[in-house]
């Protein structure tokens, strides 16, 4: 199935708008498929993308450098983490070095909750089964080179 039957359009201006679309439509079509598998634990992938971040630190982060290694840069990371507080996935301390800020870290509950997800880590693989490993490199290369671009949109 193409992007042409998947959307009901013929056709498109040239192929880098088709590029464009397609990347559009496909993006929405992944975040579907990865809430269905988070959904078991009851969190976003926002929320996910989170506990992955702080488990990943030997230390507590600020949201602000929580925010610099979310992979949705515009999200309200504040929020997400009083979100993950209330199921009591992640605590909350003030800073030792600044008053004004609030570190993180990730529970217990947490590192539970990110360890069932892993134990079930194939079936996140399996949502680009269609794909060879070959093919999922090229992907990952043709994806790499496009965020390269410089050219500016006005």
Do not use: Y
């Amino acid at each position: 199935m193409g992007i042409e039957k998947d959307i009901q359009q013929r056709q498109f201006r040239n192929e880098f708008q088709k590029a464009t679309v397609n990347l559009i439509f496909s993006a929405n079509w992944l975040q579907e498929k990865i809430k269905q598998f988070l959904d078991s634990e009851g969190i976003t992938l926002q929320q996910f993308n989170i506990l992955r971040i702080l488990r990943g630190s030997s230390k507590p982060l600020s949201t602000l450098q929580i925010r610099e290694r979310m992979l949705d840069k515009m999200s309200d990371t504040s929020r997400i983490a009083e979100r993950l507080l209330k199921k009591a996935l992640v605590e909350k301390k003030v800073s030792a070095t600044d008053k004004r800020l609030v570190d993180i870290s990730i529970t217990e509950k947490g590192l539970e909750a990110l360890k069932r997800l892993d134990e079930r880590r194939n079936e996140m693989d399996n949502i680009l089964a269609t794909l060879t490993e070959e093919e999922a490199i090229v992907l990952n290369t043709l994806l790499d080179k496009m965020r390269t671009c410089t050219a500016s949109v006005h």
